[in-house]
């Protein structure tokens, strides 16, 4: 842990320049930085799963406990007031004491409803950070300085450019799904059920269904094709086709983001696609560089996405510059190239051109891209390109004006395939792409 020690140490120093930076700006004395509470079921006694504050976790990796408070003025050490009351009904999390501590002053808080009596008296300058705008105003926070926008903009561009810490928190999280998912090829391919291949997955990781960053996307056959496939069937299909599963992990607060696609059979046309897309997919990573608008990215995809509809003889008669200029790859990959990875799985600041928050939304041809930002050393991002048999989708291009081209017969047999994703999570550095997960050897 004294790695990690150090890499936390240097990482609240920088976090501690930008909080001086953004509060001067305001002209605000402190943040006041809340983990979040507990959400009550309607009409029940239980609460749902806690999902703490993003920008809580940014500073210290708690990501169970709720009714905790960071006070933060950019000069003093952070100070954290860290909800540990008298439970015998639940768990209770012991005062913390681990690498990260020493740079934090904790203070246990035993109930939640005394942290205004241990807050500094003065709060007019305050901002409060945080997911319940209620509390803040029992705290008299001034309605204006609840999530403040500025506040909120500058914080989430500058989290866009990752620390050392945050970087080792990624690796560390990528090695976790890397062997969910090993465990998960194993299980598909002993026969087990969407909902047993979950298990496995879970089990490898150490993670509950509760703790994953997402909804695990186990699918098979024609599953593959709905994008956000979550309903985990407990039956294993007649005959297997092809399984796709989008599933990742958490480490400190920190996510991983991978997705693989499989081919029961190696021989078919589908087996095929899928090595080609992976070889895409890795030649367009080889490209990444600082300074580059990852808007270019995904438009580069799309002409592979062209690349390959031609080279399978999906389509004919018709140029690769022409099937991307007419968005007749769109139906086939309709989602974007990836998003920005961090301490959410979809980041945060995607389209934000700077600490203002201007924002530059994605074309639109492509209106479900979520990152058109100039790619900067420190950002991490997932790059998933994908290739669906989606009938919504497709019925457009069968009744166009361009229907005669597509080879019909041969893209209605993938229908019970129903598509392949492949994603990866780089990290850009000034004069390299690091590929955290293909550096794990996963396939």
């Known amino acids: ?86 439970d015998y009904w639940h768990n209770v999390e ?40 209620a509390r803040a105003a029992q705290l008299g926070i001034p309605s204006g300085n609840i999530n403040p926008k500025a506040v909120i903009d500058f914080l989430h561009f500058h989290r866009s450019i990752k620390t050392d810490y945050e970087l080792a928190c990624l690796r560390q999280a990528q090695k976790l799904a890397v062997a969910g998912h090993r465990a998960a ?6 026969g087990l059920s969407e909902f047993d291949i979950n298990q496995a997955y ?31 069937d407990h039956q294993s299909p007649a005959k297997r086709h092809s399984f796709l599963i989008d599933a990742g992990a958490e480490y400190l607060g920190y996510a991983a983001d991978l997705t693989r696609s499989y081919a029961a059979q190696s021989s078919s046309l589908y087996a095929r696609m899928v090595e080609a ?29 062209a690349k390959m509809l031609l080279k399978f003889e ?3 008669g018709i140029s690769e510059e022409a099937l991307v200029a007419e968005n007749l790859t769109g139906p086939f990959m309709p989602h974007g190239l990836g998003h920005p990875l961090g301490l959410q799985v979809h980041d945060v600041a995607g389209f934000m051109q700077d600490e203002q928050g201007t924002h530059l939304a994605a074309p639109a041809q492509y209106p479900y891209l979520r990152c058109t930002r100039v790619l900067q050393p420190g950002m991490v991002l997932t ?20 229907s005669q081209h597509f080879n019909w017969q041969a893209i209605d047999a993938l229908r019970p395939y129903g598509g392949i994703r492949i994603e990866d999570n780089v990290v850009i550095h000034a004069h390299r792409v690091e590929n955290m997960t293909r550096d794990l050897h996963l396939a």
């Not at 690498?99 to 109930?111: A, P, Q, S, Y």
Request: charged letters at 20%.
């Open 202 to 232: 879970l089990t490898a990781t150490g993670h509950r269904d509760t703790d994953v960053p997402y909804g695990n996307i186990i699918a098979l056959n024609e599953h593959a094709a709905v994008l956000h496939y979550t309903r985990l």
């Open 383 to 402: 790059i998933e390109p994908g290739f669906y048999i989606i009938d919504s989708l497709l019925t457009p291009l069968r009744e166009g004006r361009f």
């Open 314 to 316: 999906l389509v004919q």
């Open 277 to 305: 897309m992976n070889a895409e997919e890795l030649a367009l990573i080889a490209t990444l560089k600082a300074g580059v608008r990852y808007t270019d990215y995904h438009l580069q995809m799309h002409q592979r996405i």
């Open 94 to 133: 012991p005062l913390p004491d681990s690498f990260w501590t020493g740079d934090v002053e904790v203070v246990g808080l035993k109930n939640a409803d005394e942290i205004a009596q241990l807050l500094p008296a003065q709060r007019d300058n305050v901002a409060y950070i945080g997911p319940v705008n």
């Open 1 to 86: 842990m004294d790695s990690l020690k150090t890499l936390y140490h240097a990482h609240i120093a920088t976090l501690q320049q930008r909080a001086q930076q953004v509060l001067a700006r305001n002209k605000l004395d402190a943040m006041l930085i809340h983990s979040g509470e507990l959400l009550t079921v309607f009409l029940d006694d239980h609460t749902y799963p806690f999902k703490v504050n993003p920008q809580f976790k940014a500073w210290v990796p708690v990501t169970q406990v709720p009714n905790c408070w960071l006070w933060i003025d950019g000069v003093n050490k952070p100070k954290l007031w860290f909800y540990s009351p008298v």
């Open 185 to 190: 090829k194993e299980a598909f391919s002993a």
